[in-house]
């Protein structure tokens, strides 16, 4: 988020322990929060399938518009030790009178959308390698710092949570990471730090419709 320290200081703001997120009783759909540190993630299961959704730094939140679906079953948990900026969405809030944050509030909801889409898209790649390594390239260009040797993301996601977001179980991830660093496309010098090597995966062209 653009000048997003400047956002967070005009906000209250709580902190949030690693482990199961537990929603305030005292929620409403007019009370949202921006991700100002740390990570979460949004599981949301139905029966034979399960999404899961990476949240950090400059993600928008609106956990009581987020309701499940009467056949699903949804949980949030935090990741690395976070930190929420609380908004508030009432119509006579001081927080709309904000031009900088309601700004905010429009851009971090359509880029979450995108983020999400382009990971419902990474879902129908074939092969475990080639969906493993399109996600680390999607968190490289929210959170990847370009260095010579390639582009540096440091994300404390577990492997279990990989698995989750790639449709796959740890162990195959565990070892699609290895095959990845054998192919040269990626270095791992340690746990939750990642370097990518090479091109990302190549642009292809828009379906025509039939």
């Known amino acids: 988020m653009s ?9 209250p703001t709580i902190d949030l322990e690693p482990g199961p997120w537990r929603l305030p009783a005292h929620g409403s759909d007019e009370l949202g929060y921006f991700v100002v540190a740390g990570m979460l993630l949004r599981r949301v299961t139905v029966e034979g399938g399960r999404s899961v959704e990476l949240l950090a730094v400059g993600d928008l ?23 929420l900026a609380a908004l508030d969405l009432r119509a006579e809030s001081p927080h709309l009178q904000s ?14 959308a995108r983020a999400f889409a382009l990971q419902s898209a990474i879902m129908s790649i074939v092969g475990i390698e080639e969906r493993l390594r399109a996600l680390l390239w999607a968190f490289a260009e929210r959170w990847g710092r370009v260095l010579p040797e390639g582009v540096e993301i440091e994300v404390n996601v577990p492997q279990a949570v990989l698995a989750e977001m790639v449709g796959a179980r740890r162990p195959t991830v565990s070892l699609a990471l290895g095959s990845l660093c054998e192919r040269g496309l990626l270095v791992a010098p340690e746990p939750g730090r990642w370097i990518l090597q090479g091109e990302p995966p190549a642009v292809v062209a828009a379906a025509q419709p039939a």
């Open 3 to 11: 000048n997003q320290n400047g956002i967070a200081a005009q906000l």
């Open 99 to 112: 031009p900088a944050i309601v700004a905010a509030i429009a851009a971090r909801s359509i880029d979450r």
């Open 61 to 83: 939140l609106l956990p009581w518009r987020e309701e499940r679906a009467s056949f699903s079953q949804s949980e949030w948990q935090v990741i690395d030790h976070a930190r």
